[in-house]
């Protein structure tokens, strides 16, 4: 049936050669409209199952919250250049846009202007601003009225005295008996990542009224504005996102777009990345981005760039391996258009398969390059043999359709099948790579039977023309591969003994392969993302990537918080709880507040501080200092380093104790007449503002929903109000497996109900393995039961297996030897090699029936010669893959150069020898 097939369709392309050509041309110019329609996505969630729970939670949130996802500027410098810089740019970044028109004119402002007009003709949804708010510090305002409403029952009882009386020196007592009842006395001292993080924000308001205390006390002159900073740094803290060495501070920006929107995503964060990098010279600070967003961005330049250089590298290796095998330049240019046709037929059929080209499927006209030129190689090979020995070139390519078109057709059913079961997967990455790449490549497969004998054809016609005639008897085979096969074939017993041993060396080698589950090296190396995100964890103790949850209700969302707050791998947790806490909690802390207040009212501020007043004083100085160093060494017994940088910050080292600037400060303590005057005055201004702060912040009306302000609101409560949104910030680096596996864990066991970047990536790795193995099985499967119906021999299906499993055991050995690691996208290299590597037996077989085994010398000379351009070919398409920018493709395309390189050493070396006990069986 195949062979009256391929008969046909050479005489078609003999005798209606412009017809055929003219139908090409027409298919061409329509599928190449379609591939020019695909685009790319490089966001996580379009690998992920479809209808996952998690691609779900992530779209809800996405819809329903305007803080579903953050873009991280992270500013370094000295404190106040940091706090004026985050004060001065919010407003500008709202208006990038207009930013963008005005002070680009190169890559951004096309991009810009790009999704403009794609706005203008509907393609996508209008957005109004590319950022809807930024956040860079606390809702003061409402802290400043509900402040102490705010503080935890248990913790408001242990620091209550604290707001009693603004007077400096009842004050430091009150302070330091505080410290000692909530965090020296307390049985639960620093045990969670909150007690943690609430002793860094307590000791930071210290370290700020330490500081305003010495300017006030050792300037030349008075200023009267110290004293109430440092009584809003002890009743407010520090309102801005800044690390506890105060060397790092960070602003989130919300988009207003989906991190899968592209469109928006290249001028947005390109754009923001410019502006804050050229705001941030004005202000002598360091600015960059990081975070999911900025991420997303440089995997899509990356994957951009990547996918044209090495499209054509791929292009450029093909033609010269052709150049040079063929010695000729005609019929490689031909088989090089053959192939772009064929890839533009493959990407527009693709058209019609997926929505957009993710991460996984991004590459496929590398791989399809790789793959498809096999064919040509095949009609080119036993084409020009025949046109050489002086047959006929309408003879001669009817004749060469019959010769290798079944074990073309058979190849590459073969090869399709192991892409096509990946569809199996429950990850929508893996079922689309397989969709894409298996139909592509049947669709490569049908153009080039077409294609390529029509342009030859076309050849043919021009050099009749101009009477070009080839030269005859002219054997262009690679006899010495058909002698080193023969060699096998006929001393089969030594050539089968000496592969096992080979065979069982490369097996030990693969017991030293190992996994790299770390996703960020896949990433393309150098990123300012990935490396300011790694700065984040050394200063804050906490990721940039965030996981977020949904509750149903404030009391689901309260749980969840609570829940979330007692796990060691959460950094902090960031909910409505936060500014609105359950009515039986506000019950419970109003007596304490009224009693606060009332307190308060009462208290009088002293107007003077005489000598006695600064002896004790310095005393509480004294006592405060001893109270932070048991603070430190409790810290540093217990690995919170966090804590213990912050306290170091105040008293220094045991080696270094004047470096503390709590401690130089008490070092320089006198008693001299104008200190006195300056101290008075500095109480006297703490005192008002600490007084008039704690009265508004002891306010003991309950806090409603109604009562928050709308950037809270936003943030937390979904547009129909009916979800509350939590976001949970891992403690340490999610791309560390093992830190990865204790968070995720964490987070589910606080809810299934979960979207982000670690849980999202954490479960790829899960399905992947399971996907990938299943896949495998499935292959061998399915490509073994193809053999079988093909040869109609059971024998000659599994003969045909044989060097695809040891080269399979030689490709991972390989990997061992060489220190190559698992990823998660080079494992899919396994599942492709068996449909890759099958190939080149199937071809030598084929040739076989048509030859007889006796003439092993003469099928390896012919089609050995085909195999090793097609596996050359193939090896250098998926090798240009290491100069990847994106580093997963690169190791995607060295393990599948070594796979493709190890099969086919070994349907050289040891298919020839199992034929050899066959054939002298038979004799």
């Known amino acids: 049936m195949r062979q009256k097939l391929l008969r046909k369709l050479g005489y078609l392309v003999s005798e209606k050669t412009w017809l055929m050509f003219g139908i090409i041309i027409v298919i061409t110019l329509v599928l190449g409209f379609l591939a020019s329609k695909l685009e790319m996505s490089m966001n996580m969630t379009n690998i992920l199952p479809e209808g996952d729970p998690m691609v779900k939670e992530f779209n809800y949130i996405f819809k329903e919250f305007n803080g579903a996802s953050n873009v991280f500027i992270v500013v370094e410098g000295e404190y106040d250049d940091m706090i004026n810089f985050a004060e001065d740019i919010p407003p500008k970044i709202k208006n990038l846009g207009k930013w963008i028109e005005e002070n680009d004119n190169g890559k951004i402002l096309k991009q810009h202007n790009l999704a403009k007009e794609k706005v203008k003709a509907g393609k996508i949804e209008a957005i109004n601003g590319y950022f809807s708010r930024v956040d860079f510090k606390q809702p003061v305002d409402f802290i400043e009225n509900h402040g102490l409403m705010l503080i935890k029952s248990s913790k408001l009882k242990n620091i209550q005295d604290i707001f009693t009386d603004p007077n400096l020196l009842p004050f430091l007592t009150n302070l330091n008996n505080s410290l000692e009842k909530e965090y020296i006395q307390s049985e639960d001292k620093l045990s969670t990542m909150q007690k943690q993080r609430s002793a860094v924000q307590f000791l930071d308001g210290i370290e700020s009224f330490t500081d305003y205390t010495k300017e006030a006390i050792y300037s030349d002159e008075y200023n009267n504005s110290l004293g109430k900073k440092a009584a809003r740094s002890m009743a407010i803290g520090n309102s801005y996102m800044v690390s506890p060495d105060r060397s790092m501070l960070i602003i989130m ?102 929505d957009s080209l993710n991460m996984m499927t991004v590459m496929m006209a590398v791989i399809l390059i790789g793959l498809g030129i096999d064919f040509s190689i095949h009609i080119i090979s036993v084409y020009t043999e025949l046109v050489n020995k002086g047959t006929a070139p309408k003879s001669a390519i009817i004749e060469t359709l019959e010769k290798v078109g079944t074990g073309i057709i058979t190849g590459g059913l073969t090869t399709s099948t192991a892409f096509l079961t990946l569809t199996i997967a429950r990850s929508a990455g893996l079922k689309e790579f397989g969709l894409v790449n298996g139909v592509g490549l049947i669709v490569i497969m049908i153009a080039t039977l077409i294609i390529l004998p029509t342009i030859l054809m076309i050849r043919e016609k021009f050099r009749s023309k101009i009477n070009l005639t080839y030269k005859k008897n002219r054997d262009i085979s690679y006899a010495t591969v058909g002698n080193i096969a023969n060699s096998f074939f006929t001393k089969w017993k030594i050539s089968l003994i000496s592969l096992l041993i080979i065979t069982l060396g490369f097996g030990y080698m693969i017991t030293k392969v190992t996994m790299d589950y770390n996703y960020l090296n896949m990433e393309p190396k150098g990123l300012e993302s990935i490396k300011l995100n790694d700065k984040i964890i050394d200063k804050f103790n906490m990721s940039a990537d965030m996981t977020m949850m949904t509750a149903k209700s404030l009391n689901e969302n309260y749980e969840l918080t609570k829940k979330a707050k007692e796990k060691s791998s959460i950094s902090f947790v960031e909910s409505i709880s936060d500014f609105l806490p359950m009515k039986e909690e506000q019950l419970k802390r109003m007596p304490k507040l009224k009693l606060i207040q ?44 966090m804590v213990d940088k912050k306290a170091t910050r105040l008293v220094g080292t045991r080696e270094e104790p004047m470096k503390g600037n709590l401690t130089s400060f008490i070092s320089r303590l006198e008693f001299k007449k104008n200190d006195f005057k300056k101290a008075s005055l500095f109480n006297l201004d703490f005192a008002k503002e600490y007084k008039s702060l704690v009265l508004h912040m002891s306010n003991s009306s309950q806090i409603q929903i109604d009562d928050l302000p709308e ?64 896949a495998s099985l499935l292959t061998i499967a399915v490509v073994f039961l193809f053999l079988w119906l093909d040869f109609k021999s059971f024998k000659k299906a599994l003969i045909a297996m044989v060097p695809l499993f040891i080269g399979i055991i030689w490709m991972v050995g390989t990997m061992g030897i060489f220190g190559i690691q698992i990823t998660l996208l080079n494992i899919m290299a396994i599942p492709l090699i068996i449909g890759i590597g099958i190939d080149d037996g199937v071809h030598i077989l084929h040739r076989y029936k048509i030859e007889g085994e006796e003439n092993t010398r003469k099928v390896y000379s012919s089609t050995g010669k085909a195999i090793i351009i097609t596996s050359l070919t193939t090896m250098l398409s998926f090798g240009s893959l290491v100069f990847a920018i994106y580093r997963g493709f690169g190791s995607m395309g060295l393990a599948l150069f070594i796979g493709v390189g190890m099969c086919l050493l070994a349907t050289i070396l040891v298919l020839p020898a199992i034929l050899g006990i066959g054939f002298r069986n038979k004799k």
């Open 711 to 774: 950037i809270i609101k936003d943030k937390y409560i979904s547009k129909n109000g009916d979800r509350y949104l939590l976001t949970v910030y891992p403690k340490g680096n999610v791309w560390d497996i093992e830190y990865l596996e204790i968070f995720t864990k964490d987070v589910f066991d606080i809810t299934r109900s979960v979207s982000g970047t670690p849980p999202m990536f954490y479960y790829l790795m899960e399905i992947i393995g399971k996907d990938g193995r299943r």
């Open 253 to 354: 920006a919300t988009p207003n777009f989906n991190i899968m929107e592209m469109d928006y995503v290249m001028p947005a964060v390109n754009g923001l990345e410019k502006f804050v990098k050229t705001e941030a010279k004005k202000y002598d600070v360091q600015a960059g981005l990081t975070g999911g967003v900025p991420l997303a961005r440089d995997e899509m330049a990356s994957a951009s760039e990547d996918s044209m250089l090495l499209t054509i590298l791929a292009l450029v290796a093909v033609l010269i391996i052709f150049i040079v095998t063929f010695r000729m330049i005609s019929a490689p240019f031909f088989a090089l258009i053959n192939l772009i046709i064929g890839i533009i037929w493959a990407m527009g059929v693709s058209w019609f398969l997926v």
């Open 598 to 641: 009332n307190t308060m009212k009462n208290k009088s501020i002293k107007s003077t501080i005489n000598k006695d007043d600064w002896q004790k004083i310095k005393s509480e100085l004294f006592r405060l200092e001893a109270n932070i160093i048991e603070i430190q060494d409790m810290a540093f017994m217990g690995g919170q380093d």
